[in-house]
């Protein structure tokens, strides 16, 4: 009897378990809701990279919003400013006299061209009402699932109709595709028209409901940039009828409406393409297809990427798979513990990754894919001194590394443009970028020199080729890299002078982006010589060109040239509070908690500050972080995320994930909640929305639990006290490395580790642990000691297991 009891006993606990695994699985893979969005930032996201759309999931009345991704105003252009290099010398001797104000007026006068970059637009909204419905939305909801990347809505109608639409921007098919249908056979009619800020043009064709229109500037002026939309039923039951402004689909039970969107855009100096013919291309398989091939086409295209990883924090005492995502980040900002949560925010950025970046696709913006606007904040377009790079911190380590491409892109084209600029506004050789470009690769100076007096932009977009090869060991990548790098190279080698004090090679005008010892509102000025930021990206540009030279066994005298240059640069320096300083001279704020923490690149992202190698300057780091203070933007939360785990303080660093995960209803309701950092959709608020915090929020719980920048593996170098135990699987890590790490306790029980390249793999061995390695049949792995880190061999395709 008490056997029997035990056994009963046992089998309760398990299928408990059993719920709890599967409630928490379900918790952070989708994104759930009871009720309409009635805000854009409510609305849930789908996007294959090309083409993408907010789905508010209205009952009668719903709203598809609607961009692709070449969607820009204006067209081929140039921004440099003409008087700049006759000013140059000038504005060097104010800023060397100690009169930085003097020089940054003169820069607003002679370095700026009066064009200040074009703006990313929607297309419009696919407008769709249901005729035929009975009132009444009974057991409504809504929900996005991350593993699926569909959008789905359900209800019921007062007279027990059950209708279901779903929505997806097909990763194989590259069109956005819409079924709607209806438990009661023929009750759905349904008209579909368009809504535009844009001066559209509408009309029909005997297949489908039409939409053109041009992109704008500023100033309304039309561009080149010519866009075409087209609806068209893909399958359905009812009858159909089309006039100029209106696709009509009747008596259904099911309709397929099919998306499909295209502009002329070749590249940055070409707008040949058709843009008719491109439209029809994707319709011409699409329109092929059953609803259940589609989706299981898509699904598949989705998963190759968003499969690879996966992250769990182990069962939980709570089920939120039925309370919705807006209510969860309130709870969870009360003190609620929802581990789900911050996995799922996880996953929501690879998610909104893969959706906004994809090969021959463009580079994901400041909104990602997607904008309602014809002139979204800072036009929703590339800032590159910390927005644009934050968007792919997660590319490499969360194995999505082709995602990555379209900036690898958008920087050869920039090594072209901002060839004329480093010419024409500096006299320099090689190429430069300012803090600023758009899908036409202008290079000049925008926003005014507070802002945009920073020559940096492209410099710092080379440092991700670089880490590409690191992960990947690619020499064909890199051998078509190193032109770019070399460029960014060169142009520093001929900016930089030599200080007139100090004797160090500096550069020279410049800002600590959007910063300055005087406040950027209040008439102060940023315009210095040589911030840290600078010297700091300057140091990766030169080692890392220098790297790739020697590394391919080319360019000698060059990569020597740039040695003699490296040792000629200022140090990094530790000020009067014992922080490490923004600027060349100690002036320092304690008191000052500006969003960007420029100053500390040395230590996130890039590698030149830590704990072993330069621990004077890492404590440095530490305190000036300390003394920013941890509320900021979304975005600047989310690079203090990577900060405080690079710093191997995972307990605050969970501080800055309870200070991200704050939600803000909507734009206007900042001043009631001046904390809020996410929108109902977990759309990232800086506030308005940037996507860039998203990405950030990702890659911080990656460095939490996973670092290689120091030439070895660390495993769970921050995990903090609340994440007692979990999972994480398929992590890369440098040097061609796949990791999976399960922990209880806090300390790793177990890991693995899938060699990819067949590179010794190093691992930081933590002090009382001796780490037992075994081969995939089992067999252990010698090992050798070389202080704190282990070091064995591994083959190409071969997995390891460490406890």
């Not at 840290?532 to 990569?559: S, W």
Request: charge should be neutral.
């Amino acid at each position: 009897m008490r056997k029997g009891i035990f056994l009963i006993a046992a089998w309760l606990c398990c299928m408990v378990a059993q719920a709890a695994a599967k409630s928490s699985d379900i918790a952070s893979q989708r994104l759930y809701y009871q009720k309409p969005a009635r805000e854009w930032v409510e609305a849930l996201p789908v996007g294959n990279g090309f083409l993408g759309a907010m789905v508010y999931g209205g009952t009668n009345q719903e709203e598809i919003q609607l961009n692709e991704g070449t969607f820009w105003g204006g067209g081929p252009h140039r921004n440099d400013a003409e008087h700049a290099l006759e000013n140059l010398g000038k504005v060097r001797e104010l800023v060397f006299a100690g009169k930085n104000k003097e020089a940054q007026d003169l820069m607003g006068r002679t370095f700026m061209s009066g064009r200040n970059g074009m703006p990313y637009q929607t297309l419009g909204s696919l407008m769709m009402e249901l005729t035929s419905l009975k009132s009444g939305m009974n057991g409504y909801e809504r929900e996005l699932n991350l593993r699926d990347a569909v959008a789905r809505t359900r209800w019921t109608t007062d007279d027990g109709n059950t209708i279901t639409r779903e929505v997806i921007a097909s990763h194989a098919d590259k069109v956005v595709a819409i079924r709607i249908a209806a438990s009661k056979k023929k009750s759905l009619s349904l008209c579909l028209r368009y809504q535009s800020p844009v001066d559209i043009q509408r009309l029909h064709t005997s297949k489908a409901l039409v939409m053109t229109g041009m992109g704008r500037d500023h100033e309304g002026v039309k561009g080149v940039v010519k866009m075409r939309t087209e609806a068209r039923v893909g399958k359905t039951d009812g009858k159909v009828s089309l006039t100029d402004s209106t696709l009509v689909v009747s008596d259904a039970t099911e309709a397929i409406i099919l998306v499909a969107a295209a502009t002329n855009f070749v590249n940055y100096h070409d707008v040949s393409g058709n843009e008719i013919q491109r439209v029809d291309e994707l319709f011409l398989t699409a329109t092929k297809k059953p609803w259940k091939q589609m989706m299981k086409d898509h699904v598949a295209a989705f998963r190759h990427y968003y499969d690879r990883v996966s992250l769990s924090f182990g069962e939980t005492t709570e089920t939120f798979d039925n309370m919705p995502t807006d209510q969860r980040v309130v709870k969870f900002s009360e003190g609620g513990n929802d581990a789900s949560l911050v996995s799922l925010m996880f996953n929501y950025g690879r998610y909104l990754l893969i959706s906004s970046s994809q090969p021959g696709g463009q580079a994901a913006g400041l909104q990602g894919l997607w904008n309602k606007d014809l002139l979204a904040p800072w036009d929703g377009k590339y800032t590159i001194n910390i927005n644009t790079e934050m968007n792919y911190w997660p590319a490499e380590v969360c194995n999505l590394t082709e995602l990555a491409e379209p900036l690898f892109d958008l920087v050869n084209d920039l090594s072209v443009t901002g060839r004329e600029t480093a010419r024409t506004m500096y006299g320099a050789r090689g190429w430069m970028a300012h803090h600023n470009t758009d899908i036409w690769r202008s290079t000049g100076m925008v926003d005014g020199p507070f802002w945009g007096a920073w020559p940096m932009g492209g410099a710092w977009l080379t440092t991700h080729l670089w880490e590409h090869w690191l992960y990947t060991r690619d020499r064909e990548f890199l051998r078509k890299a190193y032109p770019a790098m070399r460029g960014a190279a060169e142009f520093l080698q001929s900016f930089l002078i030599p200080h007139p004090k100090y004797g160090w090679l500096v550069s020279c005008p410049s800002v600590s982006p959007e910063h300055g010892p005087g406040s950027e509102f209040s008439g102060g000025a940023s315009v210095c010589a040589s911030p840290t930021m600078d010297v700091q990206i300057t140091r990766d540009v030169l080692t890392q060109t220098v790297a790739a030279a020697r590394e391919m066994g080319i360019d000698k005298p060059f990569a020597d040239s740039l040695e003699q240059v490296y040792r000629q640069l200022p140090p990094m320096q530790i000020g009067k509070y014992g922080q490490l300083q923004e600027w060349m001279e100690d002036v320092d704020d304690p008191k000052d908690q500006h969003r960007h923490v420029s100053h500390l690149y040395g230590l996130y992202p890039s590698h030149q500050i830590s704990a072993s190698a330069t621990p004077d300057l890492w404590k440095a780091a530490r305190q000036s972080l300390i003394y920013r203070g941890d509320e900021a933007t979304g975005w600047s939360i989310g690079w203090k995320l990577n900060m405080w785990a690079r710093l191997l303080d995972g307990n605050h660093a969970y501080k800055l994930v309870q200070s991200l995960l704050n939600l803000l209803p909507n734009d206007g309701e900042r001043a009631n909640y001046p904390k809020g950092r996410v929108y109902p959709n977990l759309f990232d608020a800086h506030p308005p929305f940037q996507i860039d915090g998203n990405f950030g929020f990702t890659a911080g719980i990656a460095e939490m639990l996973l670092q290689s920048h120091e030439n070895y593996i660390r495993l769970l170098p921050a995990i903090p006290n609340v994440w007692k135990e979990g999972s994480v699987q398929g992590l890369r890590a440098r040097n061609g490395f796949e990791i999976g790490i399960t922990w209880k306790e806090g300390r790793m029980q177990k890991a693995t580790v899938k060699s990819l390249l067949g590179k010794d793999c190093q691992l930081y061995q933590p002090e009382g642990r001796e780490f037992k390695v075994k081969d995939a049949k089992g067999k252990s792995v010698s090992l050798l000691q070389m202080g704190d880190v282990v070091i064995f061999q591994t083959q190409a395709g071969a997995s390891y297991t460490i406890e």
